[in-house]
T-cell receptor, first 110, second 116 residues
Framework: EDKVVQSPLSLVVHEGDTVTLNCSYEVTNFRSLLWYKQEKKAPTFLFML????IEKKSGRLSSILDKKELFSILNITATQTGDSAIYLCAVKTSYDKVIFGPGTSLSVIP | NAGVTQTPKFQVLKTGQSMTLQCAQDMNHEYMSWYRQDPGMGLRLIHYSVGAGITDQGEVPNGYNVSRSTTEDFPLRLLSAAPSQTSVYFC???????????????FGPGTRLTVL
């Protein structure tokens, strides 16, 4: 059975801290791994990763994929209160299915 | 473009009632999908469609039906609602999900459903 696991499930940090969110997966026919940010409404797309070792960056956020060890990390540096959200990891399979992990709830306090 | 729209935003049903959650997109996207989101469980795929006339089951299809008669619309039907179907439902679309070069899904605002 395909599954995506995220850790930690929740995290509280202070503004300015750096955080690392983890995502591991076991799926058949991996196509890509996606990260989403969800605030109080619908998820918004952050990154799509298909190749090992290539870091994707967007401002203070970065992500990398390890297809051999079947995991990805999402780093957020110099966190701000606006980074408070649920971060969702998802894996797309060759069968056009997307399997989501449970999410990591990040709270950034001033 | 309105993007992905969902109606209603909120709904309360009694056990055994039926209803249809509406989803529409005006971006000519081929791929559409329905998810439910429950606390601590992320999003779980209910049904998806790779184009008009084609639908398939996701992780948790039981109790739900879908159809895709047009590219724009992808309604989700609950035939006999149960309390276990209390959840937030998201519809999403993507222009060409089969190609890994473009994987972004656009999500609708969600429908919060309560079944008593």
């Amino acid at each position: 059975e395909d599954k995506v696991v995220q850790s930690p499930l929740s995290l509280v940090v202070h503004e300015g801290d750096t955080v690392t969110l983890n995502c591991s997966y076991e799926v058949t026919n991996f196509r890509s791994l996606l990260w989403y940010k969800q605030e109080k409404k619908a998820p918004t797309f952050l990154f799509m990763l298909t190749s090992s070792g290539i870091e994707k960056k967007s401002g203070r956020l970065s992500s990398i994929l390890d297809k051999k060890e079947l995991f990805s990390i999402l780093n957020i540096t110099a966190t701000q209160t606006g980074d408070s959200a649920i971060y969702l990891c998802a894996v797309k399979t060759s069968y056009d299915k997307v399997i989501f992990g449970p999410g990591t709830s990040l709270s950034v306090i001033p | 473009n309105a993007g992905v729209t969902q109606t209603p935003k909120f709904q309360v049903l009694k056990t055994g009632q039926s209803m249809t959650l509406q989803c529409a997109q005006d971006m000519n996207h081929e791929y559409m999908s329905w998810y439910r989101q429950d606390p601590g469980m992320g999003l779980r795929l209910i049904h998806y469609s790779v184009g008009a006339g084609i639908t398939d089951q996701g992780e948790v299809p039981n109790g739900y039906n879908v159809s895709r008669s047009t590219t724009e619309d992808f309604p989700l039907r609950l035939l006999s609602a149960a309390p276990s179907q209390t959840s937030v439902y998201f519809c999403a679309s993507s222009p060409d999900f089969a190609h890994s070069s473009y994987n972004e899904q656009f999500f609708g605002p969600g429908t919060r459903l309560t079944v008593l």
